[in-house]
């Protein structure tokens, strides 16, 4: 990996388009595999994010004290 990395940065090598059809379709093929096979990935990863996203105080030193009075801060502004 970190060698394609460094071809890529250095331009030792470029992407150029298949020549032939017979060339595209097994790009597309694998494509379609290699997506596939990622979806669970990055349904779970969705899962997770949304689960941060509304439980911050799961990954935080949680102080009651402070969080009341973020709510009683909450309701007076409301």
Same mark, same amino acid.
């Given at each position: 990996?970190?060698?394609?990395?460094?071809?890529?940065?250095? $331009?030792?090598?470029?992407?150029?388009?298949?020549?032939?059809?017979?060339?595209?379709?097994?790009?597309?093929?694998?494509?379609?595999?290699?997506? =596939?096979?990622?979806? $669970?990935?990055?349904?779970?990863?969705?899962?997770?994010?949304?689960?941060? =996203?509304?439980?911050?105080?799961?990954?935080?030193?949680?102080?009651?004290?402070?969080?009341?009075?973020?709510?009683?801060?909450?309701?007076?502004?409301?």
């Amino acid at each position: 990996m970190f060698t394609l990395v460094m071809y890529e940065l250095l $331009g030792i090598m470029t992407l150029t388009p298949p020549s032939e059809f017979k060339v595209l379709v097994p790009r597309f093929i694998a494509t379609f595999f290699m997506h =596939a096979a990622l979806q $669970g990935e990055i349904k779970s990863g969705i899962r997770i994010m949304k689960y941060v =996203a509304n439980h911050p105080f799961s990954f935080r030193k949680f102080e009651q004290d402070h969080h009341d009075k973020l709510e009683e801060k909450e309701s007076k502004i409301e």
